[in-house]
T-cell receptor, first 113, second 112 residues
């Protein structure tokens, strides 16, 4: 059973470009979470989605960041006009309907130059 | 006061030692308690999941929750060099879904 799949694993963007991070949840999981981990910092919640719905985006910066989880296909975290401070590891996680355990992917490392 | 406090370490122990990792929290609404292990440049791996106060054992790992003191612990017996990683506590408010609140993580090094 494949785990949470994230791609790309590493992404380099110049300031002002857009970054798109993709996440396919574990098979049978319908809930997706995105977290950000800055160097020497803990994991910070960004957004929680179910298929076609954003359930909680309280951790998402108000500008430049957006997330979606369409009916078909992976969840996408989109960062527009990236700045150096966006350089971080972005982790996707998933959980099953009615489940309390949350499983993480291997992360996408974004570097803004 | 932060919602979840965790001593970042680093913590260095000799192989075979018993390791104790701890977190404290302030919000009594937390009902689900998890421990993750994270190796460098990898994703967090779920180690233990507990719901109620008390102990839960899985192999060399024991998770302990004391809701009255708002204190959770992870014990590692017979520690191995392969246990060297960052250990993150994560808490969740009640309900079947919802996001996790993480501690900053404790970096553990087990010396052979």
């Amino acid at each position: 059973n494949a785990g949470v799949m994230q791609n790309p694993r590493h992404l380099v963007r110049r300031r002002g470009q857009e970054a798109r991070l993709r996440c396919s949840p574990m098979k049978g999981h319908s809930h997706v979470y995105w977290y950000r981990q800055l160097p020497e910092e803990g994991l910070k919640f960004m957004v929680y989605l179910q298929k076609e719905n954003i359930i909680d985006e309280s951790g998402m910066p108000k500008e430049r960041f957006s997330a979606e989880f369409p009916k078909e296909g992976p969840s996408i975290l989109r960062i527009q006009q990236v700045v150096r401070g966006d350089s971080a590891a972005y982790f996707c996680a998933s959980s099953p309907e009615g489940g309390n355990t949350i499983y993480f992917g291997e992360g996408s490392w974004l570097t803004v130059v | 006061q932060k919602e979840v406090e965790q001593d970042p370490g680093p913590l260095s122990v000799p192989e075979g030692a018993i390791v104790s990792l701890n977190c404290t929290y302030s919000n009594s609404a937390f009902q689900y308690f998890m421990w993750y292990r994270q190796y460098s440049r990898k994703g967090p791996e779920l180690l233990m999941y507990t719901y109620s106060s008390g102990n839960k054992e899985d192999g060399r790992f024991t998770a302990q929750v004391d809701k009255s003191s708002k204190y959770i612990s992870l014990f590692i017996r017979d520690s191995q060099p392969s246990d060297s990683a960052t250990y993150l506590c994560a808490l969740k408010v009640g309900g079947s879904q919802g996001n996790l609140i993480f501690g900053k993580g404790t970096k553990l090094s087990v010396k052979p």
